[in-house]
């Protein structure tokens, strides 16, 4: 049962005013008790503590330090090297999510910390947190509205609410409209009863909605929490094989715990699981997006969350509105249409209100075809008002003689009078243009009718002008270019749909029998709105809960949405899109929720923000070859030699070099190169489809290597000096083929990678630091000969994928042909 609001009181008048009481003390105090007060709620989007327990405890870092504090209380400080990519991944984790954080809890819709109220008969100042439901609130040019309420009264009350429903004009609010939360007064005055406060009201639901943490929708870290979750099912079987594999071969359990050669055999253990974990993956990921960001930024284009770099490559339907991206805001002459008679001085009168110093956006447009040499002073002026919408002048010349109003054609031109005028009205309504008339009348503006600002009555219609939206010089083209690239576009525009019809037609964004949609007729039902907006690409007229149900339609239709916005009316909307986009101009609530903010407003930094997404996404793809592969033969050579019950063949300091001349520092280069291939989807089924059959081939070759060293009986110094020949050559060989088409750097890397592992071999102090002994005569023929056949196994399968790539990306270009 639902209580009513109490009720201000009101008392005689005063000079034709009503006296307003408000609310009294005892009521004030009834309906604290039973609606509570002003207060928004200042629940954090998440904790540090959740953000640490996200980022540090997590399965990843909990395998290396376990086996990094295994390897330091064994004393086997050489072989610990690797914990140092947990810690960094641990902080860039840590960092990229404390900074959502801060950005989410300084999220505000509302900011004006003070109100006006009548209490008691006076009209008092407040502090906006002691305002209670029913209170009578007074508002005026310059406030904002602290509360949703409903007008009471109004002399001339106008609000912007352009950030709350994108309506870009000023919105008249006569008695019983409503006043939402966060909308802001532009003109006039009124008073208005409080409906809903605190966690009630527009603008908190709002803010506690959007500040609902979420991470960006990213495959890449999609497909790498799926090999993390696939390594982790594997972690504990592979290891318990592995341990009782490295146990039984110093001579069996017990054998072993006798003569402390179980250290040796943990050592072995700790270098099966760290060679499991793609350690380097996750790091030089976050370096590829970071280094995307950097240049980004340099763009002028600021990312909030590392992973957004990508997003827009992935982006196949771009949602936006028109003022900010397509136009500049703003009106520009378009043309001049004239009645049969018009009055002579005509454009002497349009260039002096162009050239008047307190012209509107309007009026100074028509100086491009009425310039200041024609204007002349203005004796007499009646200044535009957004309540009126006109203004009138007259002029200090005979060639323009008596008054010229200039103004709305549905105010200033009179039917019977200016029928014709009227009729082009008519025909210019369905264009999107803006239309604006003059009129004329033969008596001069008086100082009494200036102070009066009485409309003469006896004007005709003289002319109509028509404007056009001011296009941004850039918008066709950066609409060709997502065109071109299979990114289909979306306009949701809170004008009239005819407007942004008119804008869609002259950046060739539709064709001319196109036509927009007005969004109050769409359908409520998802599946019915996702067919509209699969085949539709111009609404107007769109509420802000329509602009979230529409991003929310296209993915259901599997599209991944981007969504620019500047207003509070675009937060729930940007929130959803799997990449939201503001404006830097825009309000501090839609920046707050974007991931990327686009800071001096233009519109043509976005194909930028494609190639560098494209630039991260190929390069993290090339990395993940590199890095799957090794978790590919990791797992493959732990389960082999554990069922074989043979030594592991690699120490942990061994499996570091490797990783270092193979993978590590070639990695920190590919994951900065220029890249601007088309996205493709499937980025992890192509990963693992290279790095399963290159693992193979290197187990294969790792385990004919093992067997010739067991048939020469080696030392064990030997064996893993063996097999980390043959690992490093067709570790190599993989880098080779993740590097081509070779340029100049690369060709240095692979070169320096060698050298690398040649000082490893034959240097003194590396030899003894490493462990390496070089096997006999018999087995180095072995190691070359299998190095060889395994480079040419690895060459005829490297082939096999990049013709699959090249007929997925054929395919993909003739899709979007």
Same mark, same amino acid.
């Given at each position: 049962?639902?209580?009513?609001?109490?009720?201000?009181?009101?008392?005689?008048?005063?000079?034709?005013?009503?006296t307003?009481?408000?609310?009294?003390?005892?009521?004030?105090?009834?309906?604290?008790?039973?609606h509570?007060?002003? @207060?928004?709620?200042?629940?954090?989007?998440?904790?540090?503590?959740?953000?640490l /327990?996200?980022?540090?405890?997590?399965l990843?870092?909990?395998?290396?330090?376990?086996?990094?504090?295994?390897?330091a209380?064994?004393?086997?400080?050489q072989?610990?090297?690797?914990?140092?990519?947990?810690?960094?991944?641990?902080?860039?984790?840590v960092?990229?999510?404390?900074?959502?954080?801060?950005?989410?809890?300084?999220?505000? *819709?509302?900011?004006a910390?003070?109100?006006?109220?009548?209490?008691?008969?006076?009209?008092?100042e407040l502090?906006?947190?002691? #305002?209670? @439901?029913?209170?009578?609130?007074?508002?005026?040019?310059?406030?904002?509205?602290?509360?949703?309420?409903?007008?009471q009264?109004?002399?001339?009350?106008?609000?912007d609410?352009?950030? #709350?429903t994108?309506?870009?004009?000023?919105?008249?609010?006569?008695?019983?409209?409503?006043?939402?939360?966060?909308?802001?007064?532009?003109?006039?005055?009124?008073?208005?009863?409080?409906?809903r406060?605190?966690?009630?009201?527009?603008?908190?639901?709002?803010?506690?909605?959007?500040?609902?943490?979420?991470?960006?929708?990213?495959e890449?870290r999609?497909g790498?929490?799926r090999?993390?979750?696939?390594?982790?099912?594997?972690?504990?079987?592979?290891?318990?094989?592995?341990?009782?594999?490295?146990?039984?071969?110093?001579?069996?359990?017990?054998a072993?715990?006798?003569?402390?050669?179980?250290?040796?055999?943990a050592?072995?253990?700790?270098?099966?699981?760290?060679?499991? *974990?793609?350690?380097?993956?996750?790091?030089?990921?976050?370096?590829?997006?970071?280094?995307?960001?950097?240049?980004?930024?340099?763009r002028?284009?600021?990312?909030?969350?590392?992973?957004?770099?990508?997003?827009?490559?992935?982006?196949?339907?771009?949602c936006?509105?028109k003022?900010?991206?397509?136009?500049?805001?703003?009106?520009?002459?378009?043309?001049?249409?004239?009645?049969?008679?018009?009055?002579?001085?005509?454009?002497?009168?349009?260039?002096?209100?162009?050239?008047?110093?307190?012209?509107?956006?309007?009026?100074?447009?028509?100086?491009a075809?009425?310039?200041?040499?024609?204007?002349? $002073?203005?004796?007499?002026?009646?200044?535009?008002?957004?309540?009126?919408?006109?203004?009138?002048?007259?002029?200090d010349?005979?060639?323009?003689?008596?008054?010229?109003?200039?103004g709305?054609?549905?105010v200033?031109l009179?039917?019977?009078?200016?029928?014709?005028?009227? $009729?082009?009205?008519? &025909?210019?309504?369905?264009?999107?243009?803006?239309?604006?008339?003059?009129?004329h009348?033969?008596e001069?503006?008086?100082?009494?009718?200036?102070?009066?600002?009485?409309?003469?009555?006896?004007?005709?219609?003289?002319?109509i002008?028509t404007?056009?939206?001011?296009?941004?010089?850039?918008a066709?083209?950066?609409v060709?270019?997502?065109?071109? &690239?299979?990114?289909?576009?979306?306009?949701?525009?809170? %004008? %009239?749909?005819?407007?942004?019809?008119?804008?869609?037609?002259?950046? $060739?964004?539709?064709?001319?029998?196109?036509?927009?949609?007005?969004a109050?007729?769409?359908?409520?039902?998802?599946?019915?709105l996702?067919e509209?907006?699969?085949?539709? /690409?111009?609404?107007?007229?769109? =509420?802000?809960?329509q602009?979230?149900?529409?991003?929310?339609?296209?993915?259901s239709?599997?599209?991944?949405?981007?969504?620019?916005?500047?207003? @509070?009316?675009?937060?729930?909307a940007?929130?959803?899109?799997? #990449? +939201?986009?503001?404006?830097?101009?825009?309000?501090g609530?839609?920046?707050a929720? =974007?991931? #990327?903010?686009?800071?001096?407003?233009?519109?043509?930094?976005?194909?930028?923000?494609?190639?560098?997404?494209?630039?991260?996404?190929?390069?993290?793809?090339?990395?993940?070859?590199?890095?799957?592969?090794?978790?590919?033969w990791?797992?493959?050579?732990?389960?082999?030699f554990?069922?074989?019950?043979?030594?592991? !063949?690699?120490?942990?300091?061994?499996?570091?070099?490797?990783?270092?001349i193979?993978? +590590?520092?070639?990695?920190?280069?590919?994951?900065?190169?220029?890249?601007?291939? /088309?996205?493709?989807?499937?980025f992890? /089924?192509?990963?693992?489809?290279?790095?399963? !059959?290159?693992?193979i081939?290197?187990?294969?070759?790792?385990?004919?290597?093992?067997?010739?060293?067991?048939?020469?009986?080696?030392t064990?110094?030997?064996?893993?000096?063996?097999?980390?020949?043959v690992?490093?050559?067709?570790?190599?060989w993989i880098?080779?083929? *993740?590097?081509?088409?070779?340029?100049?750097?690369?060709?240095?890397?692979m070169?320096?990678?060698?050298?690398?592992l040649?000082?490893?071999l034959?240097?003194?102090?590396?030899?003894?630091?490493f462990?390496?002994?070089?096997?006999?005569?018999p087995?180095?023929?072995?190691?070359?000969?299998?190095?060889?056949?395994?480079?040419?196994?690895? &060459? @005829?399968?490297?082939?096999?994928?990049m013709?699959?790539?090249?007929?997925?990306?054929?395919?993909?270009?003739?899709?979007?042909?």
């Amino acid at each position: 049962m639902t209580s009513e609001l109490p009720q201000p009181q009101v008392a005689g008048t005063t000079h034709g005013h009503t006296t307003m009481r408000g609310l009294t003390a005892a009521a004030v105090e009834r309906s604290r008790a039973e609606h509570g007060r002003n @207060v928004l709620p200042v629940n954090s989007s998440r904790s540090m503590w959740e953000i640490l /327990r996200a980022n540090v405890f997590t399965l990843f870092n909990g395998i290396v330090v376990a086996c990094f504090l295994l390897l330091a209380i064994l004393g086997r400080w050489q072989d610990a090297i690797f914990g140092f990519s947990a810690v960094a991944n641990s902080i860039i984790g840590v960092w990229q999510e404390y900074s959502a954080k801060r950005q989410l809890d300084n999220l505000r *819709v509302l900011s004006a910390p003070h109100a006006r109220a009548y209490r008691d008969g006076e009209l008092v100042e407040l502090v906006r947190e002691d #305002l209670v @439901v029913g209170d009578l609130i007074s508002v005026r040019a310059g406030d904002q509205v602290p509360a949703d309420a409903r007008v009471q009264s109004t002399s001339g009350l106008q609000v912007d609410e352009s950030l #709350l429903t994108g309506e870009e004009d000023a919105v008249d609010k006569a008695q019983g409209d409503p006043l939402l939360s966060g909308a802001i007064v532009v003109a006039g005055s009124g008073t208005a009863v409080l409906e809903r406060i605190g966690a009630e009201s527009f603008a908190a639901k709002l803010t506690t909605e959007a500040k609902q943490f979420s991470l960006v929708n990213s495959e890449i870290r999609n497909g790498l929490n799926r090999v993390l979750r696939i390594v982790a099912v594997l972690l504990l079987p592979v290891m318990l094989i592995v341990v009782n594999g490295q146990m039984q071969a110093f001579g069996g359990w017990e054998a072993a715990i006798q003569s402390g050669d179980w250290r040796d055999a943990a050592v072995g253990a700790v270098a099966a699981a760290i060679a499991m *974990v793609p350690l380097g993956l996750l790091l030089m990921t976050s370096v590829a997006f970071a280094a995307g960001a950097l240049k980004l930024g340099q763009r002028k284009v600021l990312v909030q969350e590392l992973h957004a770099v990508e997003g827009l490559a992935r982006v196949d339907v771009l949602c936006f509105d028109k003022t900010g991206t397509l136009t500049e805001g703003g009106v520009m002459y378009n043309d001049t249409h004239l009645a049969a008679d018009p009055s002579l001085g005509w454009e002497r009168a349009l260039a002096s209100l162009a050239a008047d110093e307190g012209a509107n956006d309007t009026a100074r447009s028509l100086a491009a075809a009425y310039p200041d040499t024609l204007a002349t $002073e203005i004796r007499h002026e009646i200044a535009f008002s957004s309540q009126r919408k006109w203004s009138a002048v007259s002029l200090d010349t005979e060639e323009a003689p008596g008054a010229w109003i200039l103004g709305g054609p549905d105010v200033i031109l009179q039917p019977g009078l200016d029928d014709a005028l009227l $009729e082009k009205v008519a &025909e210019f309504a369905n264009t999107g243009l803006r239309v604006v008339a003059l009129c004329h009348t033969s008596e001069p503006l008086s100082a009494a009718s200036v102070k009066a600002e009485r409309l003469p009555s006896n004007r005709r219609g003289v002319l109509i002008l028509t404007l056009r939206e001011r296009i941004r010089s850039d918008a066709a083209q950066t609409v060709k270019y997502f065109r071109e &690239e299979g990114v289909e576009l979306r306009i949701i525009s809170g %004008d %009239d749909p005819r407007t942004v019809t008119a804008v869609a037609r002259e950046v $060739e964004l539709i064709r001319a029998d196109e036509s927009g949609i007005d969004a109050r007729t769409l359908p409520e039902a998802s599946e019915e709105l996702a067919e509209v907006m699969e085949h539709n /690409r111009v609404f107007g007229r769109v =509420s802000p809960t329509q602009k979230r149900n529409m991003v929310r339609a296209l993915q259901s239709r599997g599209h991944v949405v981007a969504m620019t916005g500047d207003g @509070v009316n675009d937060v729930l909307a940007l929130k959803d899109a799997d #990449l +939201g986009i503001a404006m830097g101009h825009g309000s501090g609530a839609s920046r707050a929720v =974007s991931r #990327l903010t686009l800071l001096d407003n233009q519109f043509q930094a976005l194909p930028d923000v494609v190639l560098e997404g494209r630039q991260a996404i190929a390069n993290v793809e090339r990395l993940s070859m590199l890095y799957l592969s090794k978790t590919a033969w990791a797992i493959l050579i732990a389960l082999v030699f554990g069922l074989l019950l043979w030594r592991y !063949p690699f120490e942990p300091r061994q499996m570091s070099l490797l990783d270092g001349i193979s993978i +590590g520092l070639p990695a920190f280069v590919l994951a900065l190169l220029p890249n601007s291939r /088309r996205y493709l989807t499937g980025f992890f /089924r192509r990963a693992i489809a290279f790095a399963l !059959p290159a693992g193979i081939a290197i187990t294969v070759g790792i385990l004919v290597t093992g067997i010739a060293s067991n048939t020469y009986e080696q030392t064990t110094a030997q064996q893993q000096t063996a097999a980390s020949i043959v690992l490093a050559v067709m570790g190599l060989w993989i880098l080779g083929m *993740v590097c081509r088409p070779f340029r100049p750097i690369l060709a240095l890397v692979m070169l320096g990678s060698i050298a690398v592992l040649f000082v490893a071999l034959f240097t003194p102090l590396t030899v003894w630091f490493f462990g390496f002994a070089w096997p006999d005569a018999p087995v180095l023929w072995v190691v070359g000969i299998v190095s060889v056949l395994g480079c040419a196994v690895l &060459e @005829v399968h490297g082939q096999l994928r990049m013709r699959s790539a090249s007929r997925e990306l054929e395919a993909s270009e003739e899709k979007w042909a």
